[in-house]
């Protein structure tokens, strides 16, 4: 059976080039600083952000916790988004790990959080945990892949700055917002603090994220980041497919964003109301789907039965997002496919 996976960005295989440069990578302890190909990615990567340092980490998830430390102490409160991969999506690893109170709001329905209600959930009194960082994603995932411009990215980093916070930016998918916006990143990154990508999506890598900040900051990361078990000694052997994924892999995320435009809009005209076509704005498509005769998670089941595989996020909530392992063809045979799902379905 033909399959066709739209699960996520995650499922994308390293290239050959990948594959090459992992054999002939030059690797050391990197437990020691002395891995010449991590430390050749770690500072690609804090170049692209215009950051002073990087540090090379397991995962995004693992990035984002270590920023979360290094920024706070136990006690502190953070604001996020009450859709964030920080709160969501780790298993409770922030509030567990890190010792912080998540201070959650809602965005808009592409994504955005209000100034306004940022403001309002700062607290600085003694009585309440200290607002200490404002972590905001780009994109927003669990909004569609929706995009933060630089002009918003700016006037977030004005609100954290004026009251005392931090400003950490997981840009896990940053340069598909870059790619879509037509900018640098740089232009994305350069007011927040300190910021989290991910290789292992779009980019291809088989695993790795890197996050990026002043010097001092990433120096202090590095304890963390020894304390959570993530150090990997010779990791330049991995390394090495986040320097092919920097060279080339950035400019063809366009192609994803195609993509998911066409499925979006496929998805769409077979069943009206079904996406928000404003809330793609990159590779995710997130779409919504109830019926008094199948459900959300029925209709993944079915669909994955068929060979089109999709993810339910929760209650009338599925994602798919596009990547290099779907071609055009695919989105369209994963199109037919859904039509033969929701025929008749009321
Ligand atoms: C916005 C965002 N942040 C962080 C992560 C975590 O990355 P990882 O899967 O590498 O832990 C993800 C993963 O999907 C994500 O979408």
Redesign the pocket.
Known sequence: MKIVDLR?D?VTKPTPKMLEAMTRAEVGDDGLGEDPTVNRLEEMAAERMDKEDGLFCA????A?LIAVMTHTRPGDGVICDENA?IHK?TMGGTTAIAGVTLYTLMTNHIGKLSLKEIEDTINLNARYPRSKLLVV?NTN?LAGGTILTPEETGALFSLARRYGLKFHL?G??IFNAAIALGVEPKRLTRDCDTVMF?L??GLSCPIG?ILTGPSDFIKEARRFRKMLGGVMRQVGVVAACGIVALQEMVDRLTEDHQKARRLAEGLENIRKGMVRLETVHTNIVCFEFSSPTMNCMQLVDKLGKKGVLALHIEGTKCRMVTHKEVSFEDIDYALGVAEGVLKGVR
């Open positions: 996520s995650t995962s995004g998830t693992m984002n991969h999506l994603e995932n997981d896990a998918r991910c292992s999506k994220s």
